[in-house]
């Protein structure tokens, strides 16, 4: 299944794209970093972050950290922290790889694949 006719080879549905896995750094010390970085300033962690959207994405981190098993990875820097450096929180050939790899994605066929 590759989401073609298999007469006419026609795309029947578009091929879906994920972030390549080398592109991925954990959520949870990121979590933890930016926590600790809060209590060091003396506020609460969601006043480091300086937009209405990175706001948004570390309150939903935070949702996935505590609610379930923790995502395999954040975008690069986002949510944005003041205060948190990546390469403080991670080693820093990790947060080079996912960096370099940052715009390489993954096809997933349409039978999830």
């Known amino acids: 299944m ?3 006719d ?3 080879g026609e795309r029947l549905m578009d091929v879906t794209l994920r972030t390549a896995e080398s ?3 954990g959520a949870t010390p990121f979590v933890e ?3 600790a970085a809060a209590e060091a300033a003396g506020c ?11 706001r948004t994405a570390w309150q939903r981190l935070v949702r996935q950290v505590t609610r379930r098993a923790p995502p395999t ?5 986002a949510p ?8 403080d929180v991670y080693r820093a050939d990790a947060v080079a790889s996912a960096r370099a790899n940052r715009n390489e994605r993954v096809r997933v066929d349409v039978a999830g694949e």
């Open 23 to 25: 592109a991925k750094l």
């Open 2 to 4: 590759d989401g073609c």
């Open 33 to 35: 970093a930016v926590r």
């Open 6 to 8: 298999p007469v006419t």
């Open 73 to 77: 990875g954040t975008r690069h820097g």
């Open 80 to 87: 944005g922290a003041r205060r948190v450096v990546l390469e």
């Open 44 to 54: 609460a962690p969601l006043d480091l972050f300086l937009t209405p959207v990175q």
